[in-house]
């Protein structure tokens, strides 16, 4: 479908809609999700010792080491190398997370075409948060102090990652408030002027 590998980071704090749009993206582009925090829950439902590590950190709302999530893409990207695309979905959340993005991506001759990061404000985040903890079944969602601790995590750790991105002429914010199917044409209207411009 892409002449060249589609490589989007798909940005924004939590309860953004990052992992709702990753899921109609794969639908429409055939791009493989990578979502470092899928893979975190599932490392705690197989009972690794990783996932024992992840488990406490991430029902506190805050951030796993870098080294964690790191080695988790390396392994996707090495076991995927037949994709004709990613969605990086939740990663990367540090700057030093994208530095080792990038390096990955070069090692391998890619590189990322964009990042679009959507934007909510805090009061609308913690609102779908807590309604979507009422049967996620998921502690990080269920309690107001947990929300407001990952939504400072994002502000003070992961904020910084727009501009690592924007220094490289990647960044594209939208607005993330709004009707699924409207935030979904919008992501789309960009990934074809990307598309047109490769
Ligand atoms: P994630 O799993 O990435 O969790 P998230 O940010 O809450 O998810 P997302 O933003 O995708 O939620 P969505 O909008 O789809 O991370 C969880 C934890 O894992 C982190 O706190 C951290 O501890 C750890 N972790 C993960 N990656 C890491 C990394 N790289 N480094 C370190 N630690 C890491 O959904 C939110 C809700 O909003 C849903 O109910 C949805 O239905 C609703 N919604 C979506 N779009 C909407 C819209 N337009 N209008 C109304 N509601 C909407």
Redesign the pocket.
């Known amino acids: 479908m892409f002449d060249t590998m589609l490589n989007l980071v798909l940005f ?1 704090p ?7 749009q990753s899921q109609k993206l794969i639908e429409k582009y055939g791009l493989m999700q990578l ?4 893979m ?1 829950r599932g490392e705690i439902a197989q009972g690794t010792t990783l996932g024992l590590e992840a488990k406490t ?2 029902a506190e ?4 080491p870098d080294a964690v ?1 790191i080695g988790m893409i390396s392994n996707k990207l090495d076991a995927n190398k037949d994709a004709i695309g990613f969605i990086f ?5 540090t700057v030093a ?1 994208a530095e080792a993005l990038d390096e990955l991506l070069q090692s391998k001759g890619e590189t990322i075409s964009g990042m679009i990061a959507l934007e909510v404000d805090d009061e609308e985040l913690e609102h ?2 807590l ?2 903890g009422k049967d996620s079944g998921r502690p ?1 969602d269920a309690n107001p102090e947990v929300i407001r601790r ?1 939504i400072k995590e994002y502000n003070d750790k992961t904020a910084p990652v727009a501009d690592f991105y924007n220094s490289q002429n990647k960044l594209t914010s939208i607005n ?1 408030i ?3 199917e409207a ?1 979904f044409d919008h992501i789309c209207a960009i990934i074809e002027k990307w598309r047109k411009a490769a």
């Open positions: 924004g939590p309860g953004a809609g990052k992992g709702t979502s470092t925090g899928d975190l950190l991430m709302g805050k951030l796993v999530v979905d939740g990663f990367p959340r997370q779908r948060l309604l979507r990080d990952r993330g709004g009707s699924v935030i």
